[in-house]
Nanobody, 120 residues
Framework: QEQLVESGGGSVQAGGFLRLSCTASGLTFGNFNMGWFRQAPGKEREWVSSINWNGGTTLYTNSVKGRFTISRDNAKNTLSLQMNSLKPEDTAMYYC?????????????WGQGTQVTVSS
């Protein structure tokens, strides 16, 4: 059974940094393009970033370009998101997901997410 476990969230001040991780099991991780998504209170879930199956191609939503870096380690079934220069508007629950359609259409199964809170 497919399982995605996100971790690494926390509370930081604006300008700070966090590194999120997503560990996958129950799927052949290296076969999937992967994405990070986030959902702020009262808002729709939105796409943040994607990485193709071998890590050779990455994409970012405009609001995080230059601040976030997505990466993956297929040997460890792990997806990461390095988040620098965090802003209060980055506050959200963050989720990882395998992509059904590149670059931003996920499969519907979600993990529990990890909460990121950025204070001004």
């Amino acid at each position: 059974q497919e399982q995605l476990v996100e971790s690494g969230g926390g509370s930081v001040q604006a300008g700070g940094f966090l590194r999120l991780s997503c560990t996958a099991s129950g799927l052949t991780f290296g076969n999937f393009n992967m994405g990070w998504f986030r959902q702020a209170p009262g808002k729709e879930r939105e796409w943040v970033s994607s990485i193709n199956w071998n890590g050779g191609t990455t994409l970012y939503t405009n609001s995080v370009k230059g601040r976030f870096t997505i990466s993956r380690d297929n040997a460890k079934n792990t997806l990461s998101l390095q988040m620098n220069s965090l802003k209060p508007e980055d506050t959200a629950m963050y989720y990882c997901a395998p992509l059904r359609v590149w670059p931003a259409t996920p499969y519907s199964d979600w993990g529990q997410g990890t909460q990121v809170t950025v204070s001004s």
